[in-house]
T-cell receptor
Framework: DADVTQTPRNRITKTGKRIMLECSQT?????MYWYRQDPGLGLRLIYY???????NKGEISDGYSVSRQAQAKFSLSLESAIPNQTALYFC????????????FGPGTRLTVL | AQSVSQHNHHVILSEAASLELGCNYS??????LFWYVQYPGQHLQLLLK??????LVKGIKGFEAEFIKSKFSFNLRKPSVQWSDTAEYFC??????????FGAGTTVTVRA
């Protein structure tokens, strides 16, 4: 869905490096989310933001930080990457109403060597 | 915390076979339920959702799901699968906190 974009799409980095993954959306949604996907574990929530001034930890936030620069932008940072952060990362957005679904970006495949 | 269980890790079918994927959720209050599909190399797309009303929900591409509150279940069905249905399927639930909880996913392989 071109309404939610993620950069980069693929990244290989080394242990200890700082990495930033970026997400932008043109859907006008207030709510944005970062997930990681691992085989056999489904998607797990890292951080979420219900508006520009609101940042909340998800179930696996350790080792990650986020920044909500604007309504349309939500970045995920790995301050010091480690190999078990190798995963597929998805950004998602939703409107602030019950019953509405989340819309996902194309994903960023991150490999930490 | 709420959780979602998907019973099948990998399902292999022949074309035209019927498909049913199990999903159970743990939350006992008001819940929204979703099925997402992820085709190879693509992002998640919504197949269908249950919010309220008719417990039999019809989605895109011939999929449907039935919400059974007494069983905490939201199973996905398709009467006749096609090769293009090969994908990973995720069940998800959302309670009052607006966060989604995903199941581990079921990989469906349809053989031509």
């Amino acid at each position: 869905d071109a309404d939610v974009t993620q950069t980069p799409r693929n990244r290989i980095t080394k242990t200890g490096k700082r990495i930033m993954l970026e997400c932008s959306q043109t859907k006008g949604h207030d709510r944005m989310y970062w997930y990681r996907q691992d085989p056999g574990l489904g998607l797990r929530l890292i951080y979420y933001s219900f508006d520009v001034k609101d940042i909340n930890k998800g179930e696996i936030s350790d080792g990650y930080s986020v920044s909500r620069q604007a309504q349309a932008k939500f970045s995920l940072s790995l301050e010091s990457a480690i190999p078990n952060q190798t995963a597929l990362y998805f950004c998602a957005t939703s409107a602030g109403m019950r019953g509405t679904e989340q819309f996902f970006g194309p994903g960023t495949r991150l490999t930490v060597l | 915390a709420q959780s979602v269980s998907q019973h099948n890790h990998h399902v292999i079918l022949s074309e035209a076979a019927s498909l049913e994927l199990g999903c159970n959720y743990s939350y006992g209050g008001t819940v929204n339920l979703f099925w997402y599909v992820q085709y190879p190399g693509q992002h998640l797309q919504l197949l269908l959702k249950y919010f309220s009303g008719d417990p039999l929900v019809k989605g895109i591409k011939g999929f449907e799901a039935e919400f059974i509150k007494s069983k905490f279940s939201f199973n996905l069905r398709k009467p006749s699968v096609q090769w293009s249905d090969t994908a990973e399927y995720f069940c998800a639930s959302r309670s009052n906190d607006y966060k989604l909880s995903f199941g581990a996913g079921t990989t469906v392989t349809v053989r031509a």
